[in-house]
């Protein structure tokens, strides 16, 4: 560790950390203690089989959970010991989610879904709760999506609308769960170059994949195996989504013609 | 989340569902309905005594016989009677804050004349009877003083009494006969409806007390001695005056109780109006009961909800809301129901009472306090049963509410 104090403190820093289920009376550990590192502006993604503790992992890191030993200082505050306002707060504050599943509310227009966390915001700041989630759909591009239902929208709209709504309040940090499962190679490659527009942007992105073809599209990979980190990488041939996608754009071209 | 923001969010869940959601504020409406048609009922018939009370007469006082505790005006007719006619005479000698006295002799007889015949009672009363009970005639004149004095056969007659002996006519100087003795109508009354316990106080035919003791099967069954003051304010005090005398003539000593009792008319809408006071607080605990299943009804339809939007709370947390937010808008959506079923329920109950008063014939009336009672009561029963419902949606782990599928 440098001696100097940090201008920016990292975004993620895990020590040592465990997490123990109990299960009934066998205790069965999924964090056998990880250690890492994550600075401001990196894009990373945590691989691994099922089982190896990417979700624990992920549950912690979204402050969803808290670890059973170690230590967890997101953007520089201390994370494990906090209470279950304490998390929410700073869930709400600090880190912007993305399912797999998309999770919008049903029946709730996109500009709705968007605003969502601003209504929970209780540091006040953010009055113009309607023109914030407007940007944010922009952003994504959903300019004239603002008043369709999830059910209106495509899979990969839908977690377009999900990704606006993870932006809005302005996040130290973008945590995706898998967040192509659910969506073909298309909006998958689509969704991706989203996220690397953004964090070309400098927001920091982490995403929880098993899928080798997105995770490359990251700037670091980071492999679990049994709880513990096997692997911690930058990628040496990183793919730019939107050039993957003219590629293959030009042959379907083609056929369409 | 502030106030507006939290009744937007509490609507568009509502409104998500809304057959669901009118089911579960009917529940409501009928149950808040009921408690105010029957508030409406019982209150309709207090108002109702009180009016006919006031009705009996102006600044009267009774003196009935036998010991009655209050709520006893119908125990009146005690095990034995102790009234006489010598007491309404002394009290009429004797009183000075007593404007006018009269001894009411009851009895029964068969009314011959006109039509045919009719039973039913006679009041032997004195002359100032009519000014007691502020009770004017619509054909004829009351008896006089001298009648009074010379015991003279003429009888006035409740305006049902004339309906029904002589329809269409006018009965005044035609004879009748009470029992084999006949008398000369001299007026008609008014009519005055029915009393407090729902007796026609027109089916009856009034005579000079002296008449009535002396010409008719030697009657000296005195029920009650009326008396008046000629002020509201003089009351407590002719109260304890009649007392007086009355113990004097009853010859009752030092330690001895009254053997009658002395009432005004409002002990006399008291005791009238406790019985139906107690009837009207039960007709709205039956409804009330209603309004608790209503209740019951949210509850269910909430925990129902809270289940089926596990993923939905499961997202609100994820995304930052607080345990509080949750529980919040639960509660919210669940008082939002229940005073929206309690105001239709008001309106509903209005109707409804209007609409019996009309079937019925019952007098029913609101009192505007119900209304606030209804919609506040409606708003507590939607937090009591929406706080486990609320409380466990506010309770859920975030990473399970995630899964839930």
């Excluded at chain 1, 170059?193 to 964090?199: I, K, R, S």
């Excluded at chain 2, 504020?25 to 029957?38: K, Q």
């Excluded at chain 2, 269910?300 to 809301?321: H, K, P």
Aim: aromatic share 4%; hydrophobic share 45%; charged share 20%.
């Amino acid at each position: 560790m440098t001696a100097a104090p940090m201008a920016q403190p990292a975004v993620i820093r895990l020590v040592a950390v465990t997490k123990v289920y109990q299960m009934g009376p066998t205790q069965v550990p999924a964090l056998r203690g990880v250690d890492f590192v994550v600075a401001p502006g990196e894009m990373i993604a945590i691989v691994g089989a099922s089982g190896s503790g990417k979700s624990t992992l992920m549950n912690i890191i979204g402050c969803l959970d808290v670890p059973t030993s170690g230590s967890y200082y997101l953007d520089g505050l201390r994370v494990d010991g906090l209470s279950r306002n304490q998390l929410a707060d700073l869930r709400n504050r600090k880190l912007g989610f993305v399912f797999q599943g998309f999770n919008l509310l049903p029946r709730t227009s996109a500009l709705e879904n968007v605003e969502l966390p601003l209504l929970y915001d209780r540091s006040g700041r953010r009055r113009d709760t309607k023109a914030l989630s407007a940007e944010a759909l922009r952003t994504v591009g959903l300019g004239g999506r603002f008043h369709h239902e999830p059910n209106e929208l495509s899979g990969g709209e839908q977690q377009r609308v999900a990704i606006a709504r993870a932006l809005v309040t302005r996040p130290t940090l973008l945590l995706a769960d898998e967040p192509t499962g659910n969506l073909d190679s298309r909006a998958s490659l689509e969704i991706v170059a989203l996220f690397q527009a953004l964090n070309d942007e400098g927001i920091t992105v982490l995403l929880v994949t098993h899928e080798a073809n997105i995770a490359r599209h990251a700037k670091r990979i980071i492999e679990l195996r049994d709880g513990r980190l096997i692997r911690d990488s930058p990628v040496p041939d990183r793919h730019r989504a939107d050039a993957d996608l003219q590629k293959r754009a030009s042959p379907e071209l083609v056929e369409v013609v | 989340m502030r106030i507006p923001r939290l009744m937007r969010v509490a609507s568009q869940s509502i409104l998500r569902n809304p057959m669901r959601t009118m089911l579960t504020i009917l529940g409501i409406v009928i149950g808040v309905g009921a408690v105010i048609v029957m508030i409406a009922v019982g209150y309709g018939a207090q108002m109702r005594i009180q009016e006919q009370v006031k009705n009996l007469g102006t600044n009267m006082l009774v003196v009935m016989p036998g010991v009655s505790g209050l709520g006893g005006v119908s125990q009146g007719a005690a095990t034995f009677n102790r009234l006489t006619v010598d007491d309404a005479e002394k009290l009429a000698r004797e009183a000075s804050l007593l404007s006018a006295v009269s001894p009411v002799i009851f009895s029964r007889v068969q009314a011959v004349g006109g039509l045919g015949n009719w039973r039913t009672t006679i009041n032997g009363v004195s002359s100032s009877y009519q000014a007691i009970r502020d009770w004017p005639t619509e054909a004829g004149t009351f008896f006089a003083e001298d009648d009074q004095r010379s015991s003279r056969k003429v009888a006035v007659l409740g305006s049902t009494v004339a309906r029904t002996l002589f329809p269409g006519e006018d009965p005044v100087g035609r004879q009748i006969r009470l029992g084999t003795v006949p008398f000369t109508i001299i007026g008609v009354l008014a009519a005055k409806g029915q009393t407090a316990n729902g007796s026609d106080q027109d089916d009856v035919i009034i005579l000079p007390y002296t008449t009535a003791r002396n010409r008719l099967s030697g009657l000296t069954f005195i029920g009650a001695i009326l008396a008046s003051t000629s002020s509201a304010a003089d009351i407590p005090a002719a109260q304890e005056e009649i007392r007086a005398i009355m113990r004097e003539s009853h010859r009752l000593g030092g330690a001895t109780e009254d053997d009658f009792t002395v009432r005004n008319q409002n002990e006399l809408a008291e005791a009238a109006q406790s019985t139906t006071r107690v009837m009207s607080w039960l007709l709205a605990a039956i409804a009330s009961i209603s309004l608790l299943v209503g209740g019951i009804g949210i509850m269910n339809i909430m925990l129902v909800s809270v289940t089926e939007r596990t993923r939905e709370i499961g997202i609100r947390l994820a995304i930052g809301a607080r345990g509080s937010d949750v529980l919040t808008q639960f509660l919210v959506e669940s008082v939002v129901m229940s005073v929206v079923g309690g105001l239709i329920g008001v309106g509903a109950g209005y109707g409804g009472a209007a609409i019996l008063g009309r079937v019925t014939g019952w007098s029913t009336t609101t009192p505007p306090a119900a209304v606030l009672i209804a919609v506040g009561f409606s708003a507590a029963v939607g937090v009591f049963f929406g706080w486990y419902p609320a409380r466990k949606a506010a309770m859920l782990d975030p990473i399970q509410a995630l899964r839930h599928e």
